[in-house]
């Protein structure tokens, strides 16, 4: 069985989680704690299921594959919704990003 990158898996973010250098792995004590990780992207099936089946926070910006219509039809709703990557980076510099927070009400 070949190995899909599109698809949810968990070797992807064990991948991606992994620091590669000696200054990545001091920054972080050694590892990465998941449950201080917001994993950000423009799909509902792809990168907000991979981040929802890790126990990740995610966050959808709607400036890519998934449009707000879609986003109310799923049954994977992310933690935070942005129109644009630059209101993710206000919401990022103003602080209202949290471990387990929600920015807006399930669809």
């Given at each position: 069985n070949p190995f899909m990158l599109?698809?949810?898996h968990k070797k992807l973010v064990e991948a991606a989680m992994s620091p590669l250098s000696p200054n990545q792995r001091s920054f972080v004590n050694?590892?990465?704690?998941l449950s201080e990780v917001l994993f950000v992207g423009d799909s509902i099936d792809t990168d907000v299921r991979i981040a929802i089946e890790n126990?990740?926070?995610?966050?959808?910006v709607l400036?890519?594959?998934t449009k707000e219509d879609k986003l109310k039809l799923s049954a994977i709703q992310p933690n935070y919704?942005?129109?644009t990557i630059e209101e993710l980076h206000a919401?990022?510099?103003e602080g209202v990003l949290t471990c387990g927070g929600r920015s807006h009400s399930e669809y």
């Open positions: 599109r698809q949810a050694g590892k990465i704690d126990g990740i926070d995610a966050a959808l400036s890519g594959t919704v942005f129109d919401a990022l510099r």
